[in-house]
């Protein structure tokens, strides 16, 4: 089943198009990864599917399950970046947005505010029923700090910690939104070779463990073909590719793309 879709994606800036006629079809459960040069559309398409810009033209679709177990496709397009991650889409960003003189544990809860049950109002009056929201949002967020290993750092300032765990804890935010699809933006950029390997360990188990489809951006493509089910290549907005790492990884128009040369001629 899919969980989300594009049907001819168009987004342009000015005389830019940015994003060139963009269908993906991501199945419930499944990896994906979307990569290209740099300047290839990559943050824009994240952008339009999670509702920071209304694209030039087509649709973005996601099938949310409900209570009941029963899956309806939804036109999101458009609509408001809160309202889509309340249906179950939470991302992380590619230049990291904390709330850099919140701790580490503020900069979680503040995304499980999005699920309360309590009302503003009764979290103002400290109701008892608010009071007990707040100690639930608070052990949610421990147990993702626990798994995203920055439990001990709880009570840091979010920009005291080094780039990659900054990294971690955009994870934790976008997890306790309660997702069903994550959308990652590079979330290994600014890692060594060491952290990369731990992060692709990571996002696998969190895969599992939350029971997340996953859409990814990445450079790192030790990553990215190791975990991938399906990938998709833009280059210049358009799609120059679509399917399993190992046939991305061998068609001729991706080698050139990535390396600027015509794989034939090198051939
Ligand atoms: N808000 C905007 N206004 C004008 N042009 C934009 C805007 N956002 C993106 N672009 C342009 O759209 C193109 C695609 O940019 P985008 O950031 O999506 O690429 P990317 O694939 O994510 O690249 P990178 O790997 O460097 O992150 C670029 O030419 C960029 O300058
Ligand atoms: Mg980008």
Redesign the pocket.
Known sequence: MSLLRTENVIMQ??G?V?VNDLNIDIKKGELAALI??????????FNVITGVYAPTSGKVLFTPTDNAGIATEIDITGKKPDKITGMGVARTF?NIRLFKELSVIENVLVATHLNANYSFLSAILRTPKAQKGERQAKAECEFLLERLGLIDLQNEKASSLPYGQQRHLEIARALATKPNLLLLD?PAAGMNPQETDELTDLIFKLKTDFDLTIFM?E?HMDLVMEISDHIYV?DF?CTIAKGTPEAVQNDPKVIEAYLGVDADVEN
């Open positions: 800036f000015g830019v940015a290209g040069p740099n300047g290839a559309g990559k943050t824009t398409a590619q590079e951006i450079h833009l907005g």
